[in-house]
């Protein structure tokens, strides 16, 4: 049986916060963004 890290890991889905100069944004409100778009 293998016991690498692949074995353990999956990509389920991918998102990103659009691109820009985001000062009204902070780092949690980015990495939220992202993650709401992974889910859908």
């Given amino acids: 049986m293998a ?3 692949r074995d353990k890991v999956a990509i ?3 998102g990103c916060s659009k691109f820009g100069e985001r ?3 902070g ?3 980015l990495i939220v963004e ?3 778009e992974a889910f859908r």
Avoid: F, V
């Fill in 3 to 5: 016991s690498g890290i």
């Fill in 12 to 14: 389920l889905g991918m």
């Fill in 23 to 25: 000062w009204d944004c």
């Fill in 34 to 36: 992202a993650c709401s």
């Fill in 27 to 29: 780092p949690d409100d």
